[in-house]
């Protein structure tokens, strides 16, 4: 469990398309820091106030299943560091699931 909740990217203000470059840096619970690439990004602020990030090891060689995490995601106008905070609500995991469903299918 990463418990770290800084998130560090170039750019985190996109909806769901990135670059295949954007990574963050999460500190595990041993204080080691782990390096995620971000997969999908979704704008849920009309709707929750917050936007999400899905991300996955990027130590992951390519073509192998990942494990997603999904967490909510605050950051501040013009910052390159955010912060991750969990999702608290079955409403939120429902819309991130929606939104992820469609990405994948336009991906296919």
Known sequence: MMTDKHVHTEDCNHDHEHEA?????L????GNEVLFRIHLTIDGK?????????LYD???????EVELLAYAYEQA????EGRLMEIET???W???EEVFNAFESEED
Do not use: H, Q, R, W
């Open 58 to 64: 990027a130590s992951t060689p390519e073509g192998e």
């Open 46 to 54: 009309e709707e929750f106030g917050k936007d999400y990030v899905l």
């Open 21 to 25: 470059d954007d990574l963050i840096t």
């Open 94 to 96: 429902d819309m991130i």
């Open 77 to 80: 106008d013009n910052e390159a």
């Open 90 to 92: 079955e409403a939120e």
């Open 27 to 30: 500190i595990d619970d041993e």
